[in-house]
């Protein structure tokens, strides 16, 4: 803790998340994940620095943060929706993913022995209804549904643009 009460970890993991952007938009008919696409090394194998992950059949994430920390949720986040799909014979609902990671990020800023993960992550996908929804966590452990929302680097300047324009966006041809 700082002499303000401030868990000084979570800040840390939150200024992490600041290295990157990605976006997510939600409308009647279907949800977009984007990501910031930077320039990579000539030598380096581009699918080894991709952004936005597959969770399940229904289901996809991407993040803003540390690439090491996402790839430990990312990889619990499909063991866990391949867990709930084998004992319920149904998908996890997106809800259910991103409170399960969620309550995980939540355990890691609580133990001596870890520290909080430096990842935002934004969680889209469609129930089993076909309803699709948006979510995002941060560092901290919070989350929360969104019509539209971004995070990281670019965050504040995105989402002004998304609050001007969505009318516009609501329309599932003019979303993608």
């Known amino acids: 803790y700082s002499p303000d009460g401030h ?3 979570v800040e ?3 200024e992490a ?7 997510g938009l939600r409308t009647k008919e279907c949800v977009v994940l984007g990501v910031e696409k930077r320039a990579i090394d000539s030598l380096q194998i581009e699918r080894t620095s991709r952004k936005i992950k597959k969770i399940d059949q229904h289901m996809a994430m991407t993040f803003a943060g540390l690439t ?8 619990r ?7 709930h799909r084998l004992n319920f014979d149904r998908p996890a609902s997106v809800e259910y993913i991103t409170r399960y990671l969620a309550r995980l990020k939540q355990t890691y ?14 969680i889209g996908g469609f129930d089993e209804d076909g309803r699709p929804r948006l979510f995002q966590t941060d560092p901290s452990g919070i989350y929360y549904e969104w019509s539209a929302n971004t995070t990281g680097r670019l ?8 609050e001007k324009n969505t009318a516009v966006i609501s329309r599932a041809p003019d979303a993608a």
């Not at 090491?68 to 990889?75: F, P």
């Not at 965050?155 to 998304?162: M, S």
């Open 7 to 9: 868990l000084l970890q």
């Open 12 to 14: 840390y993991a939150q």
């Open 17 to 23: 998340v600041r290295k990157g952007s990605t976006v």
């Open 68 to 75: 090491a920390d996402a790839r430990v949720l990312v990889s």
């Open 77 to 83: 986040a499909q063991v866990e929706a391949q867990s």
């Open 109 to 122: 800023t609580q133990s001596v022995a870890r520290r909080p993960f430096g990842v935002s992550c934004l």
């Open 155 to 162: 965050g504040q300047t995105v989402n002004e643009y998304l």
